[in-house]
């Protein structure tokens, strides 16, 4: 009789709550722009159930198809490679001034990026008695000699006795070549699936003003309408953002007469910053790297940033 009751009596345990499809919406609507406990206070749901239907959504995990449409080709192994040791660049007689040319075919064997050649001109440059600034100032008066009128050309004699910070420079734009041509071989200027992505996904929209502007609000409309694309959550934004950034520097570093992205490209990026300050951060962790990104970027005087820096301490 006891165990009959028990069965068709009230249990001692709560019926699990049923949810319905429009609340579950709600609390995902309500996730990309308040945090966990606020959802929860906001709906009248617990903490626990909150949690539960955001983690079992799926919509707050890295997004896959969006990280492999956003990434690098992996580096191939091939036979082919750069010129592993680049001519010396030939000595030539520039100004007139022996130790002002010494210094310019120094920088021209640097500029190689060949470490080698780099620690023979470096040592090179410590048998020349002339101080190095001295030879600048000698260098930046002759280029406003034989440019009257023409002041600015004395900016090209900025740095011209830094030949440890060229010499890093080097170094790093020769890795970048290397790693460019292993990546993407001759194709390293064509148009990536990403890129494609952007242009196709803006095509016919009207430009608002520049080459590069864009209703926002239409933009966010037409990047919205490919869910399965979108960022879903912060480290989504900064993989991205690293994507476009390293891009560049590939394609800069490889041919120096590379300098704009697609206009498409541009308006992608401002679009996926800004979501920074839409997207809340699911850690602590996450935060962080957000806020690195911004210090090591400098984008402080961004546009957003203010946003973003709410949403990270909100």
């Known amino acids: 009789m006891k165990h009959e009751q028990m069965k068709l009596g ?116 410590k048998r020349i008695e002339t101080p190095l600034e001295e030879l600048e100032d000698r260098y930046r008066k002759y280029l406003v000699e034989s440019n009257p009128g023409q002041m600015w050309v004395a900016l090209s004699s900025f740095g011209f006795a830094d030949l440890e910070g060229l010499a890093t420079s080097s170094v790093k734009r020769k890795q970048l070549q290397v790693e460019a041509f292993a990546r993407f071989g001759e194709a390293l200027l064509e148009k990536t699936p990403a890129e494609t992505f952007c242009i196709e996904t803006l095509a016919g929209l009207e430009h608002s003003g520049d080459w590069y502007e864009y209703d926002e609000c239409a933009v966010a409309e037409r990047f919205k309408a490919r869910p399965e694309l979108m960022p879903q959550t912060l480290a989504d934004c900064l993989h991205e953002l690293s994507y476009w950034s390293r891009l560049y520097d590939l394609r800069r570093a490889a041919d120096r007469n590379f300098f704009d992205n697609f206009a498409e490209v541009e308006v992608r990026s401002s679009f996926v910053f800004a979501l920074m300050a839409e997207i809340r951060p699911r850690d602590r962790a996450e935060s962080k790297a957000v806020l690195r990104y911004l210090i090591e970027n400098n984008c402080k005087e961004q546009t957003n940033s203010d946003a973003i820096l709410e949403n990270l301490i909100g």
């Open 10 to 125: 009230d249990s001692p345990c709560k019926a699990k709550q049923r949810i319905s499809d429009d609340v579950r919406q709600q609390v995902l609507d309500l996730r990309r722009s308040h945090s966990l406990r606020e959802v929860a206070a906001m709906t009248g749901l617990s903490l626990g159930t909150v949690k539960t239907l955001v983690s079992r959504s799926g919509k707050f995990r890295d997004n896959a198809k969006h990280r492999e449409l956003f990434s690098l080709p992996p580096i191939r192994e091939s036979e082919e490679t750069l010129p592993s040791v680049p001519e010396v660049p030939p000595q030539e007689n520039v100004t007139g001034d022996r130790d002002v040319d010494a210094v310019l075919w120094l920088r021209s064997v640097i500029a190689t990026g060949e470490a080698a050649l780099i620690s023979r001109a470096l040592e090179a440059a």
